[in-house]
T-cell receptor
Framework: SQQGEEDPQALSIQEGENATMNCSYKTSINNLQWYRQNSGRGLVHLILIRSNEREKHSGRLRVTLDTSKKSSSLLITASRAADTASYFCAPDTGRRALTFGSGTRLQVQP | DAGVIQSPRHEVTEMGQEVTLRCKPISGHDYLFWYRQTMMRGLELLIYFNNNVPIDDSGMPEDRFSAKMPNASFSTLKIQPSEPRDSAVYFC????????????FGPGTRLTVT
């Protein structure tokens, strides 16, 4: 399957804490992408990490990739209530179409 | 840029009626995707186009569903006849040429079939 599986399914933290969510996949990839979906909205592309990269930062986001373990993690530091959303990983195998898993539902309590 | 535009944003129809969802991709993007999202099944890819040509429609659930892309700036997803189980949020997304293959999603159309 080209689908990524996110873990945990749900995560609840306090504002200011860090949030870590994980993604596992089964096939070789060109890159792996993370998306956010706020309630009632479309997905928004957050960050992409290429297969030859191990870590990437963008603002408060930090993504790691371990191709040997076929896993990735997304860390959101100093979380805010506005970070409340569902987060999806999408392994890009070069097929062009992405397959999304069930996502991690993050709740940040103010 | 206005982003991906979808219309209508909400659609309520009765079982058996024809429903047409519309999408305008971002200018210059050569890939267009249609997804369906439900609580039970998550986000499912229905069909995608490249340069207006359907590439993979294996996700289209039944013959009641059809999609067209008559030109680079417009696509439709049609359900005829509609059934209550078609109730979902339908998203359109587009992707620029080349790599990497990030996708840009529209706001979605919430379809309710009664």
């Amino acid at each position: 399957s080209q689908q990524g599986e996110e873990d945990p399914q749900a995560l609840s933290i306090q504002e200011g804490e860090n949030a870590t969510m994980n993604c596992s996949y089964k096939t070789s990839i060109n890159n792996l992408q993370w998306y956010r979906q706020n309630s009632g909205r479309g997905l928004v592309h957050l960050i992409l990490i290429r297969s030859n990269e191990r870590e990437k930062h963008s603002g408060r986001l930090r993504v790691t990739l371990d191709t040997s373990k076929k896993s990735s993690s997304l860390l959101i530091t100093a979380s805010r209530a506005a970070d409340t959303a569902s987060y999806f990983c999408a392994p890009d195998t070069g097929r062009r179409a992405l397959t999304f898993g069930s996502g991690t539902r993050l709740q940040v309590q103010p | 840029d206005a982003g991906v535009i979808q219309s209508p944003r909400h659609e309520v129809t009765e079982m058996g009626q024809e429903v047409t969802l519309r999408c305008k991709p971002i200018s210059g993007h050569d890939y267009l995707f249609w997804y369906r999202q439900t609580m039970m099944r998550g986000l499912e890819l229905l069909i995608y186009f490249n340069n207006n040509v359907p590439i993979d429609d294996s996700g289209m659930p039944e013959d009641r569903f059809s999609a067209k892309m008559p030109n680079a700036s417009f696509s439709t997803l049609k359900i005829q006849p509609s059934e209550p189980r078609d109730s979902a949020v339908y998203f359109c997304a587009s992707s620029p040429p080349g790599t990497p293959h990030e996708q840009y999603f529209g706001p979605g159309t919430r379809l309710t079939v009664t």
